[in-house]
């Protein structure tokens, strides 16, 4: 059973470009959350998605950034016109409905 | 809102001695989830130990123990026989249960040998 699994592992991005993160949740996990990490700092939650389904955005910033988590398919982070200040690592959880998390190995993104 | 903070920056031990991290949350909830995230430099977060906020029993698992005071709202960890392979960011996080995590800003755990 293979845990969460993201991609890429890394991501160079120049200024103005568009970042997409992937996430596939581990088989029978139903839930994904997205979380930022800047250096040196903890986790900061972004979103959490069910199938099709965004529950919880609270901690999206509401320009450039986006979630989904397709019927089928991985979830994806999308990030549009990065700037340096988005350089960090993503980090992907999933969990069965009685949240027993399980995260992905994240994605560093850095902005050039 | 609901907030973690462990106000140990950075703390070291002698390898086989025992450590204890500090962790304090604020909620007003009274079923949540508590636990412990090791995250070496390889970046992966792992799991260390999970605790029920309506069991009164610390949970355990081999080196690692919590001390967790409901009333005090106080989520300690202990590492016993430290090993070098303990040496890491440690993270303390909150939760309802299937909702997002609330992370504290981390311990930095150096192990001398």
């Known amino acids: 059973n293979a845990g969460v699994m993201q991609n890429p592992r890394h991501l160079v991005r120049r200024r103005g470009q568009e970042a997409r993160l992937r996430c596939s949740p581990m088989?029978?996990?139903?839930?994904v959350y997205w979380y930022r990490q800047l250096p040196e700092e903890g986790l900061k939650f972004m979103v959490y998605?069910?199938?099709?389904?965004?529950?919880?955005e609270s901690g999206m910033p509401k320009e450039r950034f986006s979630a989904e988590f397709p019927k089928e398919g991985p979830s994806i982070l999308r990030i549009q016109q990065v700037v340096r200040g988005d350089s960090a690592a993503y980090f992907c959880?999933?969990?069965?409905?009685?949240?027993?998390?399980?995260f992905g190995s994240g994605t560093r993104l850095t902005v050039v | 809102a609901q907030t973690v903070t462990q106000s140990q920056p950075e703390m070291s031990v002698q390898e086989a001695e025992t450590v204890t991290l500090s962790c304090t949350y604020d909620?007003?909830?009274?079923?949540?989830?508590l636990f412990w995230y090791k995250q070496p430099p390889s970046r992966q977060m792992i799991l260390v130990i999970r605790?029920?906020?309506?069991?009164?029993q610390n949970a355990t698992e081999n080196r690692f123990s919590v001390n967790f005071q409901k009333a005090a709202k106080s989520f300690s960890l202990k590492i016993s026989d430290s090993q070098l392979g303990d040496a890491a960011m440690y993270f303390c996080?909150?939760?309802?249960?299937?909702?997002?995590?609330?992370f504290g800003q981390g311990t930095r755990l150096t192990i001398n040998p």
């Open positions: 909620t007003s909830e009274s079923d949540y989830y």
């Open positions: 088989k029978g996990h139903s839930h």
């Open positions: 605790q029920e906020a309506y069991k009164q």
């Open positions: 996080a909150w939760t309802q249960g299937a909702q997002k995590l609330v």
């Open positions: 959880a999933s969990s069965p409905p009685q949240g027993r998390y399980t």
């Open positions: 998605l069910q199938k099709e389904n965004i529950i919880d």
